[in-house]
């Protein structure tokens, strides 16, 4: 059974950081590509960052670009999101995603972690 398990959400205030983190089991994670979507209220679930299965590339949506980092341990099947200079509207609930060759089309989703972020 493949699972996912995000931790590291919370509450911050805008300029804070956090960092998210993702544990992956029941599958071969270093075969794969990984992903942090995020749904913000009222809001359509929209990629964040992917990265693939050797960490060698990775991608960023423009709003994140210099603010976020994504990396991955693929001794340890854990991929993170470094989030800093965070702002209001990166309120939302986060997702780790992965489980197939393309970041994009996720086989496998986690139940998400919330990240709010106050002015």
């Known amino acids: 059974q493949v699972q996912l398990e995000e931790s590291g959400g919370g509450s911050v205030q805008a300029g804070g950081s956090l960092k998210l983190s993702c544990e992956v089991s029941g599958l071969t994670f270093s075969d794969y590509a990984m992903a942090w979507f995020r749904r913000a209220p009222g809001e359509e679930r929209e990629v964040v960052a992917g990265?693939?299965?050797?960490?060698?590339?990775?991608y960023y949506i423009d709003p994140v670009k210099g603010r976020f980092t994504i990396s991955r341990d693929n001794t340890k099947n854990m991929v993170y999101l470094e989030m800093n200079s965070l702002k209001p509207e990166d309120t939302a609930v986060y997702y780790c995603?992965?489980?197939?060759?393309?970041?994009?089309?996720?086989?496998?989703w986690g139940r998400g972690t919330q990240v709010t972020v106050s002015s």
């Open positions: 990265i693939t299965w050797s960490g060698k590339s990775t």
């Open positions: 995603a992965g489980g197939s060759s393309s970041w994009m089309r996720p086989n496998y």
